[in-house]
T-cell receptor
Framework: KQEVTQIPAALSVPEGENLVLNCSFT??????LQWFRQDPGKGLTSLLLIQSSQREQTSGRLNASLDKSSGRSTLYIAASQPGDSATYLC?????????FGAGTRLAVHP | GAVVSQHPSWVICKSGTSVKIECRSLDFQATTMFWYRQFPKQSLMLMAT?????????EQGVEKDKFLINHASLTLSTLTVTSAHPEDSSFYICSAGSSSYNEQFFGPGTRLTVL
């Protein structure tokens, strides 16, 4: 049974810092690994999707890496801004079945 | 991009009543739709997977007679919470997928509060 863990559970940083959010999964037989952002009381916004054959994906200030063999993914946020404050969720896709981690609650203060 | 809508965005009901939530794929045909539940400060948990024209597949621990799922067309799936109780209060999110995409697209969610 796939289990997804995210560390840290919460993070508070000053504006401008570079951040690393961690995600680990127990079953390496995944189709892809996806990172989402969720604002309070809102739905999910897809940030990056890494297919199992890929090592990383980049979008603007975000970079996500995937190491299937070790069951790990990281989301790197460069030059954080207050607008980045949200909960970040990773999800492992076991062939059309997404298993989510509990998320990292990020607060970026001015 | 692929857009998924949900209606209503929030609903308040009395204990014992039934509530229906709609999930629509607006610009693509969704062969598969998923229903998730999210309790406060917890992550999303998959409740069930539905394929158009077939019975839904429920995850372990989810009562199929309480959470009725209908996926009658390629653009619409409904979740009916029957005889709702306060412990059913949660954020319900649907997602949709198809063979044309390698990912699911999520709706904005429905906040259900049962008094």
């Amino acid at each position: 049974k796939q289990e997804v863990t995210q560390i840290p559970a919460a993070l508070s940083v000053p504006e401008g810092e570079n951040l690393v959010l961690n995600c680990s999964f127990t079953d390496s037989a995944i189709y892809n690994l996806q990172w989402f952002r969720q604002d309070p009381g809102k739905g999910l916004t897809s940030l990056l999707l890494i297919q199992s054959s890929q090592r990383e994906q980049t979008s603007g200030r975000l970079n996500a890496s995937l190491d299937k063999s070790s069951g790990r993914s990281t989301l790197y946020i460069a030059a954080s801004q207050p607008g980045d404050s949200a909960t970040y969720l990773c999800a492992a896709d076991g062939y059309n079945k997404l298993i989510f981690g509990a998320g990292t609650r990020l607060a970026v203060h001015p | 991009g692929a857009v998924v809508s949900q209606h209503p965005s929030w609903v308040i009901c009395k204990s014992g009543t039934s509530v229906k939530i709609e999930c629509r794929s607006l610009d693509f045909q969704a062969t598969t739709m998923f229903w998730y539940r999210q309790f406060p400060k917890q992550s999303l948990m998959l409740m069930a997977t539905s394929n158009e024209g077939s019975k839904a597949t429920y995850e372990q621990g989810v009562e199929k007679d309480k959470f009725l799922i209908n996926h009658a067309s390629l653009t619409l799936s409904t979740l009916t919470v029957t005889s709702a109780h306060p412990e059913d209060s949660s954020f319900y999110i649907c997602s949709a997928g198809s063979s044309s995409y390698n990912e699911q697209f999520f709706g904005p969610g429905t906040r259900l509060t049962v008094l």
